[in-house]
């Protein structure tokens, strides 16, 4: 059976400790505050629990030191102070995080009752937390005797330090959101001060420095301000701004009489609201001792990562208006913009330098390489124009000029006693001094094999096609030196004045256009090769030839004449010009003028890269050119042809050789007639001059098998079987048909064993 079991005790009555608790609670708590909050609590705290000394605290942790918030002893009110956590007993609840309670204050902290001016020996330290739980201040009591009732004062304590917690962080709240708002404020005019220097326009350096120097004194309210430049281990003044200071611009110390040595080896800021207060004794510095300084800031001017100065204020008097924290940032703003400034108009001189250097570089080389270009031809029937427009220009000395890679040049030269115009028009690989250095080599080379050519009959000897070689050769040896450093583009060619034939190699170069009768077409070219310099294996090398009519204009230039940045017509956009047939509508619509050419260009885009044409007009006089051909060959070319080839059937040698010559020396223009020279000469036994028209004809055309077999028939009746066996070769790889094949292997055995019997004879 149930039964129901009563308490023996009323839940309802409270105990007379507990009342007494809730009735000192309820004079503590529910009464409302007069005047300061914490100076009523601790006044309230002392009434209710009948003490004599009571404090509330603020712990500051960046300092180790306590603040008092309200200080009551013997119900007097005392000022606020500050004392050191390492000498007080409050540092226990900071380290415990909870309550402290002492008999024996004096054995424990004896120095502490000093700092106080109170004494006493019981002690009771109640902590107060923020809402994080970090002890942000400490509840003290302290008592000569013991503390009456102690667990209801810890239990009041600890009821109340909840709301004592809170009213501290609210105050803290407060003021640092108040200090934060000034601090805002100060930050927002000092940056619209430095943002008003940093878009500043200033004559110079040392009137910037004035600019922010005196900001700088503005806004923080030192005497002197200075900026520095450092040089090993000498500082010396370069700019000072204030008054009442005996500081001048130019003033030198050694960098240990001042306050910046330290800042100079760490490179960070350093600052003293008072140097006796720092352990580095600048009290000795001359700074302290001829000057006075006592409250300074420093900030190092950081170029590159090195220390090249500083920028500083200071004051003879202590105190003042603190130096905080975003002092320094504007400070250290400051010292950024300076080093920028410095840094930029120190590169500025540098580049200046450097460029009047280099223009310098760019007028010499341009006076080297003037020289070496332009028209020097004589002729009456021949007409070379140049036109260059390099695309870098520049000035020196107030001289203005252009400098690129572009070359052209034209000369007279006599070749077998015929008067040749040769003309060159090249494109050097690389920029601006790049590009000229290899103008000025190929313009040197060249210069100087047109003065061998006018100055030695050996190569006045040569015929065209062996001067194009050879000079191609050289050239090509020339730049080879440079292992792909310096390459060069060009057209080089021969034109034999009277008959008008045209001789010429293209290394990567645009193609010649010719215009005729109203009309702009491309010359072909069979045969190209790679830019000078390059040595990579090529191809046997050949020339082309192409015959100029009366009247003819021949157009050419570098790849700048069609490297356009064209302006789209509609759409406002832009494109790189890619048809290198756009080139040909320029010569037409301008009837092959240079500069309408070049207008035309312009209209159609931006020019981006050096470019340099040339003209070449072939206008022979017509009536004196009839009359040399008539005076020279009697019948006309074409009856010469056919006079040849009869000849040679009729094996009438001497007549067909007659013809031959008749005819070349009109015009070379046909490859059946040097081939059927060299075979008519070679019946008649004069093997040399046969030799001589087949290797002509072998550098028109390389590929021609009935050439390279008769050279291997002529190199070997001339008793070179090497030379014969290397056409042999060629001739054979050339070959797929069986019977010549078998014709072939049979002239070289022959040719070996005509080898093998000579070279057993005893010398």
């Not at 002392?46 to 013997?74: G, P, R």
């Not at 756009?582 to 092959?592: A, D, I, S, W």
């Not at 017509?622 to 005076?631: L, M, Q």
Request: charged letters at 25%; a negative charge.
């Amino acid at each position: 059976m149930f039964t129901e079991v009563r308490p023996n005790y009323n839940p309802y009555e409270i105990s007379r400790e507990s009342q007494e608790i809730l009735d000192s609670l309820s004079s503590l708590i529910l009464s409302p505050p007069a005047g300061d909050f914490f100076q009523t609590r601790v006044q309230r705290l002392a009434n209710v629990l009948h003490l004599s000394t009571v404090w509330i605290a603020e712990w500051k942790k960046e300092t180790s030191n306590f603040q008092t918030l309200a200080f009551l002893h013997s119900g007097e009110h005392f000022p606020p102070q500050t004392y050191n956590a390492k000498i007080a007993p409050c540092s226990e609840v900071v380290e415990t995080k909870t309550y402290f309670h002492t008999t024996d204050l004096e054995d424990k902290y004896p120095g502490f009752e000093s700092i106080l001016s109170i004494k006493g020996s019981h002690y009771l330290g109640y902590p107060l937390k923020g809402r994080s739980g970090e002890i942000i201040g400490v509840i003290s009591i302290l008592s000569k005797k013991n503390i009456p009732h102690l667990s209801r004062v810890i239990r009041i304590l600890e009821l109340t330090s909840v709301r004592t917690a809170q009213e501290l962080e609210r105050r803290k709240s407060d003021t640092y959101i108040s200090h934060a708002i000034e601090s805002v404020y100060s930050l927002s005019h000092a940056l619209k001060e430095i943002h008003r220097l940093a878009t500043s326009h200033f004559d110079s350096i040392e009137d910037l420095f004035s600019g922010y120097l005196k900001t700088g004194l503005q806004l923080f309210h030192f005497q002197i301000g200075t900026i520095s430049r450092l040089k090993q281990d000498k500082y010396r003044i370069v700019r000072v701004e204030g008054k009442n200071t005996t500081l001048k611009q130019g003033d030198q110390f050694r960098l240990v009489d001042t306050f910046f040595a330290k800042a100079a080896s760490n490179k960070k800021t350093i600052y003293h609201e008072d140097i006796f207060s720092s352990d580095e004794e600048l009290h000795r510095t001359l700074f302290y001792k001829e000057y006075g300084f006592v409250k300074s800031i420093e900030v190092p001017i950081l170029i590159e990562g090195k220390v090249e100065g500083s920028i500083g204020f200071f004051s003879t008097e202590a105190g003042g208006i603190p130096i905080e924290d975003y002092f320094i940032e504007v400070i250290e703003m400051m010292s950024t913009s300076i080093a920028y400034e410095i840094g930029k108009r120190e590169a500025a001189e540098e580049l200046g330098r450097i460029k009047l250097h280099q223009d310098g570089d760019y007028y010499l080389t341009s006076l080297l390489v003037k020289p070496l270009g332009g028209t020097k031809i004589e002729s009456k029937n021949v007409k070379v124009e140049f036109l260059t427009k390099q695309k870098k220009e520049f000035s020196f000395k107030g001289k203005e000029g252009e400098i690129g890679g572009d070359l052209s040049v034209a000369h007279t030269v006599f070749l077998k006693d015929k008067r040749y115009t040769v003309f060159i028009n090249a494109d050097a690989m690389g920029k601006s001094l790049q590009g000229a250095a290899g103008a000025l080599v190929l313009g040197a080379v060249f210069g100087s094999i047109i003065e061998r050519t006018k100055n030695r009959e050996e190569y006045q000897n040569w015929y065209p096609e062996q001067w194009l070689r050879e000079t191609f050769q050289e050239l090509n040896k020339t730049f080879e030196s440079f292992d792909y450093t310096m390459l060069v583009s060009l057209i080089l060619g021969l034109l034999e004045d009277d008959s008008g034939l045209l001789y010429f190699v293209n290394a990567e170069h645009p193609n010649l256009i010719l215009y005729r009768d109203g009309v702009a077409s491309f010359v072909e070219t069979r045969y190209s090769y790679l830019k000078i310099g390059a040595t990579l294996p090529q191809e046997r090398f050949a020339i082309n030839i192409f015959p100029l009519q009366k009247g003819d204009i021949l157009i050419g230039g570098s790849d700048g004449k069609d490297d356009i940045l064209v302006h789209g017509a509609c759409s406002g956009s832009q494109f790189l010009n890619t048809d290198e047939k756009l080139f040909l509508e320029h010569v037409r619509r301008r009837q092959g003028d240079l500069r309408g050419i070049v207008r035309s260009i312009q209209q159609t885009g931006d020019i981006t890269d050096d470019l340099s044409l040339f003209r070449l007009e072939y206008d022979p006089d017509e009536k004196n050119r009839t009359e040399s051909i008539s005076e020279s060959s009697g019948p006309n070319q074409e009856i010469l042809r056919r006079l040849i080839r009869s000849e040679i059937t009729n094996k009438e040698y001497k007549k067909a050789v007659a013809y031959g010559e008749k005819y070349i020396s009109v015009s070379a223009d046909s490859n059946f007639v040097l081939l059927s020279l060299s075979f008519a000469y070679q019946k008649l036994g004069k093997i040399e001059k046969a030799i001589e028209y087949s290797e002509r004809l072998l550098l028109r055309e390389p590929n021609s098998l009935n050439n390279i077999t008769h050279l291997a028939v002529l190199y070997g009746k001339k008793g070179e079987f090497e030379k014969a066996k290397e056409f042999l070769n060629l001739a054979t790889s050339s070959v797929t048909d069986p019977k010549q094949l078998d014709i072939l292997e049979k002239y070289r055995t022959r040719i070996e064993n005509v080898n093998l019997k000579q070279s057993k004879i005893p010398v």
